[in-house]
């Protein structure tokens, strides 16, 4: 009987074209499936709920004071030593300040304190949480006479806009906001007694 003596076909060397194309298509799967990874783990994740105590949100003010305006273009005017209160019972808080008040062409000056309370925002855009639709609930310069005290009177909502538009109750960075690999962005914000309650979901 003749042996066969056809060559293997399982001892043929592989093809190196063959080994390349294989290691680049490998190479390209990684990070499409690193990229489907996170998209799953930003589906099952869902949104997660951030806690704020009193004294941290506090802290933050402290940095971001004292403000200044130029009011009715004869006063300078400084707002300083913020408190921070939290009404849990309906989702707002208020803010207590000090006031000092100079005039340009006088070397008096005037002291008082300034309360503001308003909503609560939470700003995508920002990753911050901000004083929206404020009130001036009392605004009060302690020995002025009453021109001036009326004067002052009439600038209270411009002091008040400015605290809420350029002073945020807390702003995270970047990073504050990635878990596992997914970033997530501010949803909602809620206050609970002594502090606030931050909900965060995956970015889109």
Known sequence: MTANTSPSTSSSPSNPCRRS???RLRRGALPLAVATLVV???SIIGPRQIDLPQERLQQQLDRRFPLHQRALGVFDIELSHPKLDIIAENDRVALTLDASVSPLLARQSW???MVISGRLQADQQRNAIYLRDA???????????EGRQRQIASVANLLSDKVTKDVPLH???PEDLRYAGVQFVLSNIST?????VATVA???
């Open 192 to 196: 609970r007694p002594g502090g606030l």
């Open 171 to 173: 702003s995270f960075r």
């Open 202 to 204: 995956p970015a889109q």
């Open 40 to 42: 799953a783990c930003a």
């Open 111 to 113: 002291t008082g304190s």
């Open 135 to 145: 009130h001036v609930d009392r605004f009060v310069i302690d020995n002025m006479d």
């Open 21 to 23: 194309l294989s290691a």
